[in-house]
């Protein structure tokens, strides 16, 4: 999906394998995930000839809103710990400032709180 959303404009299987420079996957794989995402609705796809050229279906910040309005909320003992670790994971990824030192289940002595959203150390 980062390469989907990472693009201005859709793509074929084959520049979405060339993009994950990281990963040495088979064309064949690429292009199930790619059909798969579309089928879920999570990309969309338009024909080009005899190949397909694939889209996010929607930008990054609507799928990551989308995640946290389904999270288990029935369950509030639960729900708010892991929508916390689920947000600082992604902050952690994205900010990469407290990456390897800081555990967002725990409060640690270590943690750099200036890199993150006050409600996150807030007590449920």
Not at 43 to 60: C, L
């Amino acid at each position: 999906m980062d390469v989907l959303w990472d693009s201005t404009e859709p793509l074929t299987v084959r520049q979405v394998g060339l993009r994950l420079t990281n990963r040495d996957l088979a064309h064949t794989t690429v292009m199930t995930v790619l059909d798969r995402l579309a089928k879920k609705g999570f990309a969309r796809r338009q024909r080009d000839g005899r190949a397909w050229r694939y889209q996010a279906a929607a930008n990054r910040e609507a799928y990551v809103t989308e995640l946290m309005l389904h999270m288990p909320w029935t369950r509030p003992a639960t729900g708010l710990p892991r929508l916390r670790a689920s947000l600082a994971g992604y902050l952690i990824r994205k900010r990469k400032c407290c990456a390897g030192h800081w555990n967002p289940l725990e409060n640690s002595p270590g943690t750099d709180r200036r890199c993150f959203p006050p409600f996150l150390f807030s007590p449920p």
